[in-house]
């Protein structure tokens, strides 16, 4: 370092723009390989993107479990066990919170950005509360949750909840990207397209396809298409992606997809469920979702679920008898018609849904 000294006397711009290209440089060698959080600790395998649609996170251990896993332990009849720790499912969400909180209490990070998420949608009983759950992401970040630093990124870069602070925001991208978050370091490429520095976007693009990122993918497809990258960079990208998905199925995730999401835990357990969370069809920036106060409904008119994933979004597709809705947002939603009551006793299998 001494040897750096002399020239940051001389110029500091000059100094300032070396440490960027440094860190430039650093940002595109590192983060190439997904966190070990990403994969599942059942099978080993990375889990499918996006992770929410894939996973599901159980708050006893606050271990991701892919789809193909969680069906293979229903078929074993584990049906209201964690299928990684096998402690029974919390009843209500009450007792998920206490889960959550006696982790958190131990300094757990991913317990602590599962409580942010919680007080950012006012979930658990909690009261939505937007400074709380930044400080909660903040020391979560702190502690090194890739995830954590990922929210922190549309925090500031967005200025949701926050005065917006796209340096800052950027930031925090930049430091899950370099652990392999594949959503902050597309978010990175967003950003620098914003900026007009097609390059840079292009190559944080390619780095999020080659490791399964679909909205990357489409990116750059969309470059190709107005001329800011080439024919045989677009393909590289489609072949990059292609390998990646393909490492990441397993016979047992197919079934899984083929048979539908998993329903959640209070379809499961029979509880009444007097409010709903509703995601509408995913547009190109992601689902959107809406809160709907719905009677208790009839399970036989559920053809199928998907999207219940630790953020609890919850589509329920229903075999008939629905009508339309909007959300806040004027999205159309389907919303059951009638109700009924839930049956007292857990699903046998996905197929339930079909
Ligand atoms: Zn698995
Ligand atoms: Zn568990």
Redesign the pocket.
């Known amino acids: 370092m001494s040897d750096a000294a002399p020239a940051a006397l001389a110029g500091s711009a000059d100094a300032e723009s070396s440490a960027a290209r440094d860190l430039q440089q650093l940002l595109m060698e590192s983060g190439h390989e997904r966190p070990e959080g990403h994969t599942?600790?059942?099978?080993?395998?990375l889990?499918e993107l996006p992770m929410d649609k894939h996973?599901k996170i159980n708050v006893c251990c606050m271990k991701r479990?892919?789809n193909?896993?969680i069906l293979a332990a229903r078929r074993r009849g584990m049906n209201d066990r964690c299928p990684f720790c096998r402690t029974p499912l919390p009843a209500d969400s009450a007792a998920q919170l206490a889960l959550v909180q006696k982790r958190v209490s131990k300094g757990d990070a991913d317990a602590i950005t599962y409580l942010s998420e919680q007080y950012y949608k006012g979930r658990l009983g909690l009261a939505k509360d937007l400074p709380r759950a930044i400080e909660l992401w903040t020391e979560a970040a702190g502690l090194g949750s890739v995830n954590a630093h990922y929210e922190l990124g549309l925090t500031y870069y967005c200025g949701d909840g926050a005065e917006e602070d796209k340096p800052r925001g950027i930031h925090h991208w930049q430091q899950a990207a370099m652990k392999g978050d594949v959503e902050s370091r597309h978010m990175l490429g967003v950003a620098e397209y914003r900026n007009g520095n097609y390059e840079l976007a292009s190559q944080h693009w390619m780095i999020s396809t080659k490791m399964g990122f679909e909205k990357s993918l489409n990116a750059i497809k969309e470059m190709f298409k107005r001329g800011q990258v080439t024919k045989a960079q677009y393909a590289e990208a489609l072949l990059g992606y292609r390998d990646a998905v393909e490492e990441m199925k397993?016979p047992?995730?197919e079934e899984a997809k083929r048979l539908g999401r998993p329903p959640c835990r209070a379809l499961m357990g029979g509880t009444r469920i007097a409010t709903l969370e509703w995601a509408a069809a995913a547009g190109p920036g992601g689902a959107q979702d809406g809160r709907f106060e719905a009677a208790v409904y009839d399970i036989s008119r559920i053809r199928s679920t998907d999207n219940c994933g630790d953020r609890d979004h919850e589509v329920l597709h229903l075999k008939r008898e629905s009508r339309e809705a909007r959300n806040g947002r004027g999205q159309k939603l389907e919303v059951p018609v009638g109700s009924g009551v839930l049956p007292n006793r857990p699903l046998e299998a996905f197929g339930d849904f079909h």
């Open positions: 599942c600790p059942i099978c080993f395998d889990i996973s479990v892919c193909g896993c397993s047992q995730r």
